[in-house]
């Protein structure tokens, strides 16, 4: 009783308030310490709920004219992007690419450009530019869905940073004191600095070694989950000099489109140049169809692949896949910029869910290899992006599951909700749909500190082929708090027998 009381449980009531600092300390926050109540859907409650789920489904997915105006906007601005680089090419991927596309969603395009034969060159006779970066543009996720008064409270915190570094540096410089010791950083600096060190640790860290204590087992686990085996070739200074060189580039090739696109008519053009993938936004005028433009995204291209051959594996997988996304939108937690997740993470955790449920639904198709006639694995900017492309391989390792899952997409629905609200261990596990089973963080270095509010590691989300690209890097702990509770909210209200309009229905800020 003490343990449910400390994860924030009632006596076999759900889940009640939130569990103090010190609650979440001694619990773990990962929903393990009580044992959470389940209570699956009747016969009756699984056929009205199927019902409701068919109907919503209808009203969220695309319209046939959709993708028509989709095809219109990449034919210009693939006319557009021809102009000034004529052998570029402008692909789409991602749900808009694929078949996990809700209605009215934008447009995801990677423009495919040799960047050896792009010239560097002066923007400045473009200042006159106004380009629509609004505040809450910015590229660093704050936190959470109340993420506007958030950022003007860290604001506030930084001015006043500001000026007392200002008034001890003239005490300083008047008292001829030594130099104080610099002040403590904030959430958002501690997150900036976080940021950077992960981003340059992914090519300048080595290996990680065993332990003292440990065997060299371990330290070839740590090293195979951590995403730096040793056939990654690890750049020499030419090479990262010409790396450093190549990031700059794509970064002019952003805000000269921005600056085209903007002479051209488009509305709402935003650069992003500083984003982890450097992108521009803008929405087509003659279609209303807002794009994200980035540039030479193969591995979005390989993201895109893999997805769609999970869908193609099962028709639950889609179904179950939008119903998410249209929820998580709907509630307001699907914003990296904000602190929540993207719809490419989304579409990861169901993906996971049904590879970990009993009689699996989905295999791990990068961990399926045929006996014979194997070919050299793709290798996209030196990760491994091989997963099972073999029919008969892949049929066979379904039916060898025990007791083939039968489930109808509402119960899905519902242990979906209920294995991240109340079973996922958070703390200590990360979502590898890759292995299609759970990796420690301690095996890829993704641990966060006990006291560090805005770490990168307290939801890990492994990408399927960037090893070292964390997912859930956007969210820190009060973000996640929110995000599992929504989880939570779900399933308690599928479990009494709510409705899909209840469930889904839209956030209000308060």
């Not at 449910?4 to 006596?11: A, F, I, N, T, V």
């Not at 371990?218 to 690890?234: K, W």
């Not at 045929?370 to 892949?394: F, H, S, T």
């Amino acid at each position: 009783q003490q343990q449910q009381q400390q994860c924030g449980r009632g006596q076999g009531r759900g889940w009640t308030s939130r569990p103090s600092r010190h609650q979440e300390a001694s619990a773990g926050y990962c929903g393990r310490a009580g044992r959470p109540c389940t209570r699956p859907l009747s016969k009756q409650q699984d056929q009205l709920l199927c019902q409701d789920v068919a109907e919503l489904l209808a009203k969220i997915e695309p319209l046939p004219g959709e993708a028509e105006k989709r095809t219109r906007a990449l034919a210009y601005l693939q006319e557009l992007v021809a102009q000034r680089w004529p052998q570029a090419k402008c692909e789409m991927y991602g749900s808009s690419a694929g078949v996990y596309c809700l209605r009215g969603a934008d447009m995801d395009v990677s423009v495919f450009v040799d960047l050896d034969t792009v010239e560097l060159e002066d923007l400045s006779d473009d200042e006159d530019l106004e380009f629509d970066v609004k505040k809450m543009s910015r590229t660093k996720p704050v936190e959470g869905r109340y993420a506007e008064q958030q950022w003007r409270a860290r604001q506030e915190r930084l001015k006043l940073e500001r000026e007392r570094r200002e008034a001890e540096k003239e005490c300083g410089a008047d008292g001829g004191e030594a130099e104080p010791n610099p002040p403590e950083a904030t959430a958002g600096d501690t997150a900036t600095n976080a940021s950077a060190t992960n981003e340059a640790s992914a090519c300048s860290r080595p290996a990680p070694t065993a332990t003292e204590d440990a065997t060299q087992e371990q330290a070839e686990q740590r090293e195979a989950c951590s995403g730096t085996a040793a056939d990654r070739p690890v750049p020499d200074a030419a090479a990262q000099a010409a790396a450093e060189r190549n990031e700059e580039k794509v970064r002019y090739i952003v805000l000269r489109l921005a600056r085209m696109l903007k002479r051209g008519g488009m509305e709402e053009v935003m650069p992003l140049p500083r984003a982890r993938m450097p992108v521009v936004k803008f929405r087509h005028t003659a279609t209303g169809v807002t794009c994200d433009v980035c540039i030479n995204n193969e591995l979005g291209k390989a993201n895109t692949k893999l997805l769609a051959a999970y869908a193609e594996l099962d028709p639950r997988v889609r179904k179950l896949c939008l119903l998410v996304k249209y929820w998580a939108k709907r509630r307001c937690i699907n914003s990296p910029y904000q602190g929540t997740l993207s719809s490419y993470a989304y579409v990861l955790l169901v993906i996971f869910f049904l590879q970990r449920r009993v009689g699996a639904v989905l295999p791990a198709l990068q961990q399926l290899r045929p006996v014979i006639g194997i070919e050299k694995d793709p290798v996209i900017l030196g990760w491994n992006c091989y997963y099972c492309k073999d029919n008969a391989l892949i049929a066979s390792a379904m039916r060898n599951e025990k007791g083939r899952n039968k489930e109808t997409v509402a119960t899905l629905l519902l242990e979906f909700f209920r294995f991240y609200g109340r079973e996922f261990n958070y703390k200590d596990d990360v979502v590898s749909v890759r292995l299609g089973c759970e990796i420690k963080k301690t095996l890829k270095d993704w641990t966060c500190k006990a006291n560090s509010r805005s770490s990168r590691y307290w939801w890990c989300i492994e990408d399927p082929f960037d090893l070292t690209h964390n997912l859930g890097r956007v969210a820190d702990r009060d973000s996640l708090y929110t995000m599992r509770g929504e989880f939570m909210r779900a399933c308690k209200m599928l479990e009494e027998g709510a409705n899909m309009a209840m469930v889904c229905a839209e956030f209000e800020q308060k």
